[in-house]
């Protein structure tokens, strides 16, 4: 389908892929350019490492909401470009895919990134900017909450005047412990979010390796430590406690 709205190298088509592009109706003025369509579920793919997506994960590469009338016009457009040859469809646990033919690899890699160029934000990017804005937000609250926890921490130290009184009791020190470990836990996540998290590359999926250039220094043993206690440190839904007030987005990671 021709959109005057994009450039012309997206307009540009063999006649034999026009022929097979052309839908069987028109298409709405507003509709989403195939080129797109294809180069959102490349990006899926490339993202999410997995041969094949969804019509949600194309969705989600061009910030389209599942439910919605853009998205039902994209899911037409989708079995348009099944019967002309440019996708595939498979089926993983019961969830149809839509797989990128030969045809469609070649002509996007005709087209190049002045296609890729003009998809929006990719999820993996706004999972990393929202993460560092929470934490940008929350630096603050997050370390007056580690300090008080630690204070009350040094406050049930010094009740400890043994052997005259034995300060508080075995569940208070359990509820403390409790409360720093989440504490610290959540405030190396932000230290981490927001000063050592870089900016993903689109070129490759974002996945965090749980690694640091200083794992280097240390044994086999101490690395896979190392390893996991990074586990989750881009999950800022981790960052909630005891009910507390929680307004954030970020990786399951």
């Known amino acids: ?13 063999d006649s034999k892929e026009a022929a097979m592009m ?9 509709a989403i350019p195939d080129d797109l369509l294809l180069a ?20 989600e590469q061009l910030d389209i909401p599942r439910r919605s009338g853009k998205a039902r016009e ?12 440019f996708l595939e469809q498979g089926r993983s646990r019961g969830v149809v895919l839509f797989l990128l033919t030969p045809k469609a690899k070649r002509r996007l890699r005709r087209l190049g990134v002045e296609v890729t160029d003009l998809l929006p934000e990719s999820p993996q990017h706004k999972t990393w900017r929202n993460a560092r804005n929470f934490a940008e937000l929350e630096e603050e609250r997050l370390h007056l909450s580690l300090r008080k926890t630690l204070e ?25 412990a409790e409360r720093l470990h989440h504490a610290l836990r959540r405030h190396g996540s932000m230290r981490y979010c927001l ?3 870089e900016e993903p590359d689109d070129a490759r999926a974002d996945v965090d390796e749980r690694s640091d250039p200083s794992d280097a220094e240390f044994s086999e043993e101490e690395r896979k430590r190392r390893r996991a206690r990074r586990s989750g440190r881009r999950n800022v839904r981790l960052w909630r406690y ?12």
């Open 1 to 13: 389908m021709f959109d005057p709205t994009v450039p012309a190298a997206l307009n540009q088509t």
């Open 22 to 30: 052309k839908p069987s109706a028109p298409p709405k003025p507003d």
């Open 40 to 59: 959102a579920l490349e990006r899926a793919e490339r993202h999410d490492q997995r041969t094949g997506r969804p019509d949600w994960a194309i969705l």
């Open 74 to 85: 994209v899911k037409r457009q989708l079995l348009a470009l099944l019967v002309g040859g």
């Open 152 to 176: 009350e921490a040094m406050g049930m130290l010094d009740e400890m005047t043994m052997p005259i009184a034995p300060g508080p009791s075995s569940d208070s020190w359990f509820e403390i």
């Open 195 to 197: 000063y050592e998290w």
């Open 242 to 253: 005891s009910g507390e007030r929680f307004d954030g987005e970020g990786s399951d990671e």
